[in-house]
């Protein structure tokens, strides 16, 4: 997966977005993990995109869906 990168210092630099790349297909491309991956990781909040360990990144993803579920 490949990360935004710029010349420029921008304010989305620190967000650890992923770049997602176009699906060809409608029905397969969009559910590859290429596509998917960086979808949802872009979609879960920031907080947890920049933790400082795994064992604290599944922690807190954990806490989050459960959150998000009830």
């Known amino acids: ?3 935004r990168t710029s010349e420029r210092k921008l304010r ?3 967000q650890h977005i992923l770049v997602t ?3 060809r297909l409608k029905t ?5 993990f290429a596509v998917a991956a960086p979808r949802l990781w872009n ?3 920031l ?4 933790s400082s ?3 604290i990144f599944k922690r807190h993803v954990k806490t989050h869906l459960f959150k998000k579920a009830f």
């Open 21 to 23: 790349p176009k699906a």
């Open 1 to 3: 997966m490949e990360q």
């Open 28 to 32: 397969y491309g969009e559910r590859a």
């Open 12 to 14: 989305s630099s620190s």
């Open 53 to 55: 360990s795994i064992d």
């Open 43 to 45: 979609s879960i909040p």
């Open 47 to 50: 907080e947890l995109r920049s």
